[in-house]
């Protein structure tokens, strides 16, 4: 019994040695988010408040936490990320590259130069980690209180 319990074991670890790479899948699975940095643009208070310098995304935003709060905060930036989400048949998030492109062009369009790259990996990140957690939340049906 224990042999053929091991021998099983052995088989389905040799399979996964040898798995061949899947191929291509083709199209990307992400979703479109082309024009959202015009979109963030023609927000007053984001174009606002990049133009003074700050951030992209909201004053005192942390970069490693994903709650409800800091979701209320960026509401502006979210809003047409989930509302391109919504429109996909999966609900699929958008890709960070995407993701890192937009906020580039909304820098751009503000006029900020140097050195962004930081900043815009920081904004791209964020940004994809507060859709997936909204995501989330919408698929548990998890009501929110906060106003």
Known sequence: MIAAIWQLKMAKTKAMVTKKAKPDPGPS?????????????????????????????????????????VCVMNRDLLFPIL????????????????????????????KRSGDLVGIVEDTAGTLKKLSGFVKTKTRRQEVSTVT
């Open 29 to 69: 699975t992400s979703c479109d988010i082309n024009g959202v940095g015009r979109e963030w643009y023609n927000v007053e208070e984001v174009r606002d408040r990049i133009m003074e310098g700050g951030s992209v995304l909201a004053p005192n935003t942390p970069l490693k936490q994903e709650d409800i709060q």
């Open 83 to 110: 509302s391109r989400m919504c429109t996909t048949q999966n609900r699929a998030l958008p890709g960070i590259d995407d993701l890192r492109d937009q906020v580039s062009t909304l820098l751009t369009l503000c």
